[in-house]
Structures are given as C-alpha cells and as structure tokens.
C-alpha cells in the first residue's frame, strides 16, 4: 500500500535589512516598518476576524504563510482586546518555518506583546500542535476529588490563546492532509511572482476542500492571476482599499451562506471508562473547555494501571500510519504529561534530566530521560536519519542512545490528579444496559466517549458496534533491586528500554521489570506466574550480564486491549459517539494526541494529526462493510 511521503520543509534565510525582515531566496519581505498596522488592516479587518470575535463565535482561521507569527500574535492581541469567550484554532502553513534564532531576530523589529516564539529551536517538518493556554492541573488535596465547577470549562473564560496547529511543508501537499472546517483565510505567501508555488489552483482546490459555506479570506495581492484562480475554486473576489502606497487588496467569501457554529449552552461529555484513555480524554476534553462527567473511577484499570510507564521513542522506519502515529504521539505526550508534571510540581532539573524530589505526593511525578540498547544496525541506521527527535549515543560503540525527551510517569498519581478535576461516578458501566441508562441521562447535545479498554466490547455488544477485532494481551511486571557499582553509585540511573523495561522507582533501590507479553491469557489472569517472572530475569539476564538484580517478590498484572493490526481503535462510532480502546501496551504513549483528536472530531476542529492516519483507526477498519454503520444508543428504541 502507498502512503503519502512525508512533509519536508526548506531552511528559512532570514535577514534584517533595517526595518525590513527579509527571506533571501525570495527576494521579498516578511514585513517592512514592523507590518503591524498593515496586518492588521489586511488581515483583521479585511477579513471581518475583529467583528467575528465580537460576536464571541466559535472560529477556525486558516493561514498560509505563518512567516514571522505576525499575523497569528495580532489575533492573540485582538482577542484580548475584545475578551474572546469562543472557541479559536488558527492553522498556519509555513514551507520555511524560522528557527528560534530567527524568530528572535524578527521580534527586535516588533513589541513584546507581539513577539512569535517558535516551539522547539530547530523546527520540525510536518504537523506541529501546540494547545493553547490549557486550565491548570490542580492539587487533589487542595480542591478534593470530583470538583468540575462553573468557574473551570463550563463557565467560559476569555480565550486567552488560540490552540494553534502549525503545518511545516509545502503548502498544497500539506492542506491535503488537514481534516478541518475553515472560517477565514489569510493568504500571506510572498509575492505570486516569487513565490508562485504558494498561489497555485492545488492548493486554492485544498483551501475549497477545507472551507465551510461562506467561509472569508483576505490577502495582500490584488493579482488578476490569483483572482482567477480564487473564482475558479468557489470564491467570490471583490477589491478593497489598499493599505498605504497599495492601491487595492482582495477579499471575499466561498461560496453559501455562512452561519455560526451551533455551540451547546452548556458544552459537556460523558466518558465510560477511567483507564489511562478516560483520562486523556479527560484531560482533552478540559482543554476545550468541556464539562466532563467521567464514569468508573473507583474500579482498577485492566491494562494502565501499571505503577510507573515509560513514554519513549524509538524509530521503527515504518511509512505508513502505525509509524507516523508513533512519532505524533511521543511529542503530544511530552506537552501532556510536562505540563501536567511542571503547572503543579515544585520541582528541580538536575543535568542528567531527572527531576527532583517530589514536594507534594499527591502531585504527578515526571522524570526526564530514557536509554534504549540498540543491537543491530538497521536500528542504528533508523537513528542516525531521525532529526525530529533528540538523541545522542552514550558510547562510541554506538549500542546505547539516550532520548532526553522520553520520559517515565507515577500512573497513579497522574490518576489523582485527573480525577480531582472532573465530576467522578464511582461505579463502572457495567453492560449495554447500563450504557444505555447512563447515556438516557445525558443532555442532547453532550458528547459520550467510551473508552473502558476490554470491556468496551461487552458495553456495545448489542449494539453491532465495530469491536469484533479486540484482543487480550496480559502483562506482568515484576519489582526488582538492581545491583550497584563498584563504587557505590547506582547502576541505574535512567528508565532502560533493553526489549523490556527497566524503570527505576523514584526515591526507591528498586525498579520495575518487565512487562511480559501473553497472547492467550488464562481465566485467572490476575494471579502473578513465576514462569513470568523467571522469564523476565532471563531476558535481562541475557541483555544486561553486568547489571545483577534480585527479585522482591512483587509483581504487577494487567490485561491489554490489542487489535490485529496493532493500531488502536479511535473514532467517532455515531452521532456525539466517540470510541477510544485498543492501546495494546502504548497506552500512555498514545492516549493524549488521540484523545485530542477525537475531542477535535467531535467539535469540528482541525485534527492535529494527518487525516489519513486517523482515518487508519477509525473502528469500522476491519468491517467488510467499511465505515457508515453508526452505532446508535437509543434507549427507548432498544429497550
């Protein structure tokens, strides 16, 4: 099967000439005399952006040619200035995005309210999201378990930051893999002249896909060949004032009648399931200022509630969705856990990235930095070509890399510290009953997401729902003291990821070893096997001669949900439906991108993965019908 290439972005050559900001290659510049006033009268006024955000109306704007952050840092201030209560997700579509150093160089030319500050120093190609300002994760013990107040989703805030979804690439190839609702465009690429592949009938084609009925658009250029291209795409252009010594700029609106997105008067969802995906959607569903009811939190997860989970990276040189998937989800996972980890912990960055102590137990614990042994060369040769992720080899026998972004993470107290931010029903749903019961009770226009790991199959199970594929894989870890060196020291500082895990226990001697994989568990499943164990022991035995440990005694048991493709099953299942479940043993890893893209789904933004790779997990994939068999939870028509 082919799949799409990946996204590849060109170096930016930026100069400062002055008051210009200029791109070498191009010829043309960013902004001249700091841009502000012209941006704004272009773009925010020429669009009709100032009058939507009076209005408080839930908005997606779409940019090509994010350049400097210019545009993007003058809808911020424009929000502010209007005290925005909606919703805003802003895509820009950069080909050459700037470096930190770049950007650094542009915002001496502006002020500091106005400044752009890449997300990472060096930028990456492809999908980049960065949530906007998210509700704090707060302490359990301060607030207690179960608050979801008027003051937290429900009660509408100002917007202080748009969630933006950067797209690094070439802009015609990077809109084909968008799955959003477009409500105004800004057309800001350099001159059509010099820029001519930013102004191309592809990419107005893609603009067309993606907008809604009515949808406005504005740019700086009044060239007929850009007019005409417009037209032919579905938009009506007329001409407007220019700014300054310009005599004209266009604007216009795709064709229909634009309306408002309908918005719930009180926005909630229900999620079945308090696993590891219940959380994260949890946690997503905050972040769109949802009210969420969060069903089963008194009930053991199966399959996360292993005592500490390592989030890594590892390339698997895999071209199609599972691959790409693995690498969305490690960076989405370092925003969710970091975050979470940093907003509610005092806590102090030693040089080897592991955090200090933790001040407050019943706050999550993040510890920084992972090894992985790597033993053949195709490995070290998938290594050597990642440039997204960062790593170094630890020894100049090349055999074991560090990746300082991975990261391992207290389950439990991340638990709490979820659970203390929603409304919590104990008692876990039991059957497709109890489903219905529990759905007959939410309002009409509420969300429900199940999200019950194995059991979501007996939830849905007289319903025709697309869980037929999932499978059982048990897991044991089991609690061992590794040895020290012969000076003292530890000898395992860092989570090691040798084909299992070795996770260091935080403040502890011990660490967790394991997880074993079993394919056909048995009906005692729970119960901890020597065989594991000593299987375990081998395993590092083999890979870590140097590395002695004694086993305590101790061991964890859980059950994964797997799929036969090993892709989780994530996706809207019917109306206000949504399905998240078979995460195998990549369920921290997982857990947040695609709960932020079935939050998207369900409300219409932008997804912040490549459509195609969604489209790969929707749950219907292994139904010889294919998609369009929309569950339904009707409870009066089914009893």
Not at 414 to 421: C, P, Y
Request: hydrophobic share 40%; net charge negative; aromatic share 8%.
């Amino acid at each position: 099967m082919a799949f799409p290439d990946p996204l590849q972005i060109e170096p930016a050559r930026l100069i400062v000439d002055g008051d210009r900001v200029v791109d070498a290659d191009h010829g043309d510049w960013y902004f001249q005399y700091d841009g502000i006033d012209e941006t704004r009268y272009v773009y925010l006024e020429g669009s009709g952006l100032l009058d939507r955000l009076a209005a408080h109306e839930d908005l997606v704007v779409g940019e090509i040619g994010f350049g400097t952050g210019l545009s993007f840092r003058l809808v911020c201030a424009a929000m502010a200035e209007t005290g925005y209560r909606g919703h805003l997700s802003y895509v820009g579509v950069e080909g050459r995005p700037l470096t930190a150093e770049q950007a650094e160089a542009a915002n001496s030319l502006r002020p500091p309210a106005l400044h752009w500050i890449p997300p990472q120093a060096k930028p990456r190609a492809g999908f980049v999201p960065i949530p906007g300002a998210k509700l704090p994760l707060r302490s359990p013990a301060s607030h207690g378990t179960g608050s979801n107040t008027e003051a937290e989703p429900g009660g509408m805030a100002p917007m202080a930051t748009p969630d933006l979804l950067l797209l690094h690439g070439e802009a015609s190839a990077a809109l084909a893999r968008l799955q959003a609702q477009v409500d105004l465009w800004f057309f800001d690429g350099f001159s059509p002249s010099k820029n001519p592949e930013a102004w191309t009938p592809a990419l107005f084609a893609e603009v067309a896909r993606l907008s809604r009925p009515g949808a406005g658009f504005s740019t700086f250029t009044a060239a007929s060949e850009v007019r005409h291209r417009l037209e032919a795409a579905g938009f009506g252009v007329v001409k407007r004032s220019g700014w300054g010594k310009k005599r004209e700029h266009m604007v216009g609106a795709f064709a229909g009648s634009w309306a408002p997105r309908p918005t719930p008067a009180k926005p909630s969802v229900t999620i079945i399931g308090a696993g590891i995906a219940g959380q994260s959607l949890a946690l997503a569903a905050r972040a769109a200022r949802l009210s969420v009811t969060l069903h089963g939190t008194a009930a053991a997860p199966e399959g996360s509630g292993v005592p500490l989970a390592l989030v890594n990276f590892r390339p698997s040189g895999d071209a199609g969705p599972l691959g790409h998937l693995r690498k969305a989800a490690f960076f989405a996972a370092q925003q969710t856990y970091g975050d979470a980890a940093f907003a509610s912990l005092d806590s102090d960055q030693s040089a080897d990235g592991v955090s200090g102590d933790v001040r407050d137990h019943d706050r999550p614990l993040v510890r920084f930095g992972a090894e992985a042994m790597v033993s053949d060369d195709r490995l070290r040769a998938r290594w050597d070509r990642e440039t997204d992720v960062a790593h170094e080899w630890i020894d100049q026998r090349r055999d074991r890399v560090l990746v300082p972004g991975a990261l391992s993470l207290d389950t439990a107290a991340f638990r709490r510290a979820v659970l203390a931010q929603v409304a919590c029903v104990p008692d876990a749903v039991d059957g497709p009953a109890a489903l219905r019961r529990v759905v007959a009770e939410v309002p009409p226009d509420a969300l429900t997401f199940i999200a019950a790991g194995l059991g979501s199959a007996a939830l849905l199970s007289d319903t025709g729902g697309p869980l037929d594929s999932l499978r059982p894989n048990r897991g044991q870890q089991d609690e061992v003291r590794p040895g020290r060196n012969g000076d003292g020291t530890e000898a395992l500082r860092r989570p090691l990821n040798f084909g299992r895990l070795l996770l260091p226990q935080p403040g502890s001697d011990r660490a967790w070893l394991g997880a074993s994989f079993d394919r056909d568990p048995p009906q005692d499943w729970q119960a901890p096997r020597q065989r594991d164990r000593a299987d375990n022991l081998e395993r590092m035995a083999q890979a870590l001669p140097s590395l002695p440990v004694m086993a305590t005694g101790r061991s964890w048991v859980g059950l994964r949900a797997t799929t036969p493709d090993h892709l989780p099953l994530a996706g809207l299942i019917g109306h206000s439906l949504g399905l998240l479940t078979g995460l195998g043993s990549k369920g921290f890893l997982y857990a947040p991108i695609l709960s932020q893209c079935l939050v998207a789904e369900a409300l219409g933004r932008p997804l912040p993965i490549e459509a195609w790779v969604w489209k790969a997990l929707h749950p219907d994939r292994f139904h010889d019908q294919g998609k369009g068999s929309a569950v339904a939870l009707n409870p009066t028509a089914q009893g």
